[in-house]
């Protein structure tokens, strides 16, 4: 009698415990989903269009109105029809739709396209005892060494230790001084400084 009631028990569950484990299972998986977080977004933020860059417009069907300007210190682009427009701080895309819409008044569902096909926004210089002194113009901010380095280095008697760095805000200017010779032994390695556009970099 007791051998059956044992065997009773075995068969109940076997039949009815048991299929509930893969339910268990699934409903574990459930639950620990919304832990997993979603992947970062990789997107490179658009280019900001600003003073002094080339733009190519391209007007569909229209080689007329397809043109380069020159995006001047106002900020603004002269356009055919549309005379003056502001352009500075705004993406590639949003030129596109403002000139579409502003060409409306004349033409039918103007298709427009806006590439940048110069950057000449960002500019800084570099005079006193290096290589080759000028303007050094760049997609985006350099530091002091690099635009060392894209001037070509130091003559025989500069003193590097001595480099000063100009920036003007307007009215007044401010100096920075930057040793090299501390700089590449990585000591005060902070004055190795992002520089802003307009900046002068001096090599006594």
Partial sequence: MRRDFVR???LLFFAVLLPLRPAQAQSLTCDET???KPAKSSAVPAYIVQANDVLEIYVWKDPNLTRKVIVRPDGRISFPLIQ???VSGLNPETIKRD???KLKQYIEAP????????IQSYRVFVTGKVAKPGAIMAEKPISVL???ALAGGFQEFANPADTVIIRSTGEDSNLFRFNYV???KGKNFNQ???LKSGDVIVVP
């Fill in 84 to 86: 003056d427009m502001h």
């Fill in 146 to 148: 690099q635009a060392l």
């Fill in 8 to 10: 009773y028990w075995l």
């Fill in 111 to 118: 298709n427009v396209t806006v590439i940048v096909e110069a």
């Fill in 192 to 194: 190795n400084m992002l």
């Fill in 99 to 101: 000139i579409e819409e």
């Fill in 182 to 184: 501390e700089a590449i």
């Fill in 34 to 36: 919304p832990n997993l």
